[in-house]
Nanobody
Framework: QVQLVESGGGSVESGGSLTLSCAFSGFMYNTYSMAWFRQAPGKERQGVALIHSDDWTEYVDSVKGRFTISKDNGKATVSLQINSLKPEDTATYYC????????????????????WGQGTQVVVFA
């Protein structure tokens, strides 16, 4: 059974940093895509960073240079380092996984991922 468990959210002052972590288990495929999505109140869930099982990474333009996604296979975690936080980064952040194929944020959305964590909330105050 696939499990994704996020942690690391919190309330941070604008300009600060956070590291979100997603502990994963139950993966049965060597090929997979994992991503971080975020959803602000009243808005659609948006992918912000993605990593493949071969460590290829991708970011949406709005977070490039501030967000870094990484994977530690030994610890079975995917992390999202967020720097220079802005109030518009306030959202619930979700970890997602899809197996058997490499996806791209440019061509898919949240409906293409079938495994999700419960989310962790990030609040950025000015």
């Amino acid at each position: 059974q696939v499990q994704l468990v996020e942690s690391g959210g919190g309330s941070v002052e604008s300009g600060g940093s956070l590291t979100l972590s997603c502990a994963f288990s139950g993966f049965m495929y060597n090929t997979y895509s994992m991503a971080w999505f975020r959803q602000a109140p009243g808005k659609e869930r948006q992918g912000v960073a993605l990593i493949h099982s071969d460590d290829w990474t991708e970011y949406v333009d709005s977070v490039k240079g501030r967000f870094t996604i990484s994977k530690d296979n030994g610890k079975a975690t995917v992390s999202l380092q967020i720097n220079s936080l802005k109030p518009e980064d306030t959202a619930t952040y979700y970890c997602a996984a899809e197996f058997g194929r490499y996806l791209s944020l440019q061509s898919v959305d949240y409906r293409d991922f079938h495994h999700w964590g419960q989310g962790t909330q990030v609040v950025v105050f000015a």
